[in-house]
């Protein structure tokens, strides 16, 4: 068996504190060796992102600076879309033995059966999802996928209320991100006026 490696895909539309933090919280727990983050070309069922892929890639680089065991994977933002997780975990299990661990919020893993493949999903890979409201505490709901709770560890890394929509939205009224970003990608926002002029599409 090779490497403990994370799986992180999403829009990263912009990648923000949320989501660094979280999946430091995630590695140490899971005793990841590396996580891969991997924006996303075109989730099924959402509206294009904000910003252009080059733009996202960028802000995620800037991102994961001060982590040598993170990286970005341009798989699903060379493939056509829609952009599937199970084709994604399918293209990594070809490229080696690693055990892979996909990562998400308990938001998302509520809605896990409803996506494309979810008993090949959790055949590909372990499920780290981490408390996201309202799917927490009392409100956890986990879906029913063979062998699923058999791959799945739920736990807690942080209280995390960030969200990108939040962000846009701050930013088309010319607020300030107040931290809530990594260091650099405010700037690089700023720099080329990402955001801004879009009030109306929310």
Same mark, same amino acid.
């Given at each position: ?6 799986? /992180? ?10 989501? #660094? $933090? %979280?999946?430091? +919280?995630? *590695?140490? @727990? ?43 994977? /341009? ?10 997780? #199970? $084709? %994604?975990?399918? +293209?990594? *299990?070809? @490229? ?60 807690? +890394? ?45």
């Amino acid at each position: 068996m090779g490497a403990r490696v994370g799986i /992180f895909g999403g829009s990263f539309d912009p990648v923000h504190r949320g989501h #660094v $933090d %979280t999946i430091d +919280a995630a *590695a140490r @727990r899971l005793r990841l060796e590396r996580v891969v983050f991997v924006p996303s070309r075109l989730s099924p069922g959402k509206t294009d992102p904000r910003a252009d892929a080059r733009h996202r890639v960028a802000m995620l680089a800037l991102a994961l600076e001060g982590h040598p065991r993170w990286s970005i994977s /341009f798989e699903e933002l060379d493939r056509e879309p829609p952009s599937y997780t #199970v $084709d %994604t975990l399918r +293209a990594f *299990a070809s @490229r080696g033995d690693d055990e892979l661990w996909l990562l998400m919020g308990t938001d998302t893993l509520s809605g896990l059966d409803g996506w494309r493949e979810p008993e090949e999903i959790v055949k590909r890979a372990s499920i780290g999802a981490f408390h996201r409201a309202p799917f927490a505490g009392a409100g956890l709901r986990v879906p029913t996928i063979p062998g699923l709770a058999s791959r799945l560890e739920v736990f807690d +890394a942080g209280s995390v209320t960030i969200s990108s929509t939040e962000i846009r939205r701050d930013l088309a009224e010319g607020s300030s991100l107040a931290g809530r970003v990594p260091d650099g990608v405010e700037e690089y926002i700023t720099k080329h006026g990402l955001y801004r002029a879009e009030a109306a599409r929310f």
